[in-house]
């Protein structure tokens, strides 16, 4: 009976550090898509860790300012415009790690990472 308490408790854990490790993840579109929200002077997530050949879509969600992804180094994609609603989006077909920021509120205050693997 021991052993099978200790196997509900350790299930229970398992679960907990699950749901844990989900919290803070990106959002996926029904299309695939990661999405990344532009909210008031940060991104959310600030950092996504994506597959070869999947997009990011950014959606801003702000209410006050306008905002733009800027890529620190640029690798093929143009930067978005900048604004204060709609999408932009952008397919990712080489492994490594994709700086960003936005160029009206600078790095140190609005700046993201995608990761792809």
Same mark, same amino acid.
């Given at each position: 009976?021991?052993?099978? =308490? =200790?196997?509900? @408790?350790?299930? @229970? $854990? $398992?679960?907990?550090?699950?749901? $844990? ?11 695939? /898509?990661? !999405? ?13 860790? !994506? ?22 180094? *640029?690798?093929? @994609?143009?930067?978005?415009?900048? /604004?204060s609603?709609? *999408?932009?989006? =952008? ?5 490594? %790690?994709?700086d960003?920021y936005?160029? !009206?509120?600078? /790095?140190?205050?609005?700046?993201? %990472?995608?990761?792809?693997?």
């Amino acid at each position: 009976m021991l052993s099978v =308490r =200790r196997s509900i @408790a350790t299930l @229970a $854990l $398992l679960g907990a550090a699950t749901g $844990l490790a989900s919290c803070g993840s990106s959002t996926t579109s029904p299309s695939g /898509q990661t !999405i990344v929200q532009v909210k008031d002077n940060f991104f959310s997530p600030s950092s996504v860790t !994506i597959s070869v050949g999947q997009t990011v879509e950014w959606q801003w969600a702000g209410t006050t300012n306008s905002h733009n992804v800027t890529w620190v180094v *640029t690798s093929g @994609a143009g930067n978005s415009a900048t /604004q204060s609603s709609g *999408t932009y989006s =952008r397919t990712f077909d080489t492994t490594g %790690t994709y700086d960003y920021y936005c160029s !009206i509120h600078g /790095q140190s205050v609005m700046s993201g %990472t995608v990761v792809v693997q």
